[in-house]
């Protein structure tokens, strides 16, 4: 049984590093993609994971799938393409360290990802199966998205969704509202930013959006992450807003990655049965969550960055006692 199955992109982050003698920017090479972000921050926390994705047949894909193996997840559901690359990102960075991309994905060897191609023993033996949205940007990869999480939920796992909207990827504003909307009609678990709440309802209002979105799609768990400020969650019998930690921040890349793979390992330690909780611990769940997003901005790199289980227990231990 695996905890977390994930389906999806992993990809090249080339991210700022620096200046050349020629005053040109340097870009470091770092693995990435959301899904492979989330699988990495929960197998820094101990849980078992397998990754679902395809690469191309050359020097970035196979160093993608070297990572993914040295991080601890399950790599047998990945396959390589031998017409296609592996996708790339430039990461840019303004002076507060958030980031923009471009994409060099025409196609990119992720996008091709047939249905036969999908291991259907993980999606049998998931747990948590997770997806993005940009796994749904193109064709075959689209369908082969929606019919795993359609596996997947049929065997009783819990789907975890995370729009992740790219508008770069998309040919129009429709199309990535359709497949988004889509994603959503599977989904237990949605984690959105102010922004993507904002896109898909047109809401100004967190319990407006949040509220819009519930009575829309009926999904269970709605978090809506605001960056520095924290999150606000939202379910059936609960919403309420979460503060976010305070620390030095040198890249978002990954970081509300990060925080999802901190609240689903702590779904994950309480049982997994979104019923049984309690307000309290949904608010411990994105706590917990909001601590390993907050690490994981302190270091360059979305994969590299994952914070482990003692560095997140020492912080949140200083942050409690320096606020007592």
Not at 30 to 46: D, Q, W
Not at 111 to 130: D, G, K, Q, Y
Not at 170 to 191: H, N, Q, T
Not at 273 to 283: G, N, P, T, W
Request: proline fraction near 4%; hydrophobic fraction near 40%.
């Amino acid at each position: 049984m695996w905890d977390v199955v994930a389906l999806g992109e992993v990809l090249i982050d080339f991210t700022p590093s620096g200046w050349s003698d020629h005053g040109n920017v340097l870009f470091e090479r770092n693995p990435g993609g959301a899904p492979a972000n989330v699988l990495t921050a929960l197998s820094k926390l101990g849980r078992k994971t397998a990754f679902i994705g395809k690469v191309g047949q050359d020097q970035f894909g196979r160093f993608l799938v070297d990572c993914l193996e040295n991080n601890g997840i399950e790599t047998s559901g990945v396959v390589f393409s031998s017409d296609t690359s592996t996708t790339l990102a430039f990461v840019h960075l303004n002076e507060e360290g958030e980031r923009s991309f471009s994409f060099y994905r025409n196609p990119g060897a992720d996008t091709e990802l047939n249905s036969s191609e999908v291991n259907p023993e993980m999606l049998r033996n998931a747990r948590i199966f997770h997806f993005g949205s940009v796994s749904m940007t193109h064709e075959p990869a689209a369908t082969a998205t929606l019919e795993a999480c359609k596996q997947a939920s049929e065997c009783g796992a819990l789907i975890s969704f995370d729009p992740n909207l790219r508008p770069d990827l998309w040919k129009d504003e429709w199309s990535a509202k359709e497949a988004i909307a889509k994603g959503l009609g599977y989904a237990d678990i949605v984690k959105l930013s102010f922004e993507e709440m904002q896109f898909l309802t047109s809401a100004d209002e967190l319990e407006e959006g949040a509220a819009h979105l519930y009575e829309q799609y009926g999904t269970p768990v709605i978090l809506i992450t605001l960056g520095e400020r924290g999150c606000y969650f939202h379910c059936r019998d609960y919403s309420a807003f979460v503060p976010a930690y305070e620390v030095h921040t040198v890249d978002t890349t990954g970081a509300g990655d990060a925080f999802l793979g901190g609240f689903l390992n702590k779904l994950l330690e309480k049982g997994g049965r979104l019923a049984s909780l309690s307000e309290e611990d949904y608010v411990e769940m994105v706590r917990y969550g909001n601590a390993v997003g907050a690490l994981a901005t302190t270091k360059k790199g979305a994969i590299p960055a994952m914070p482990r289980q003692e560095d997140i227990c020492e912080f949140m231990n200083e942050e409690l006692s320096r606020h007592r």
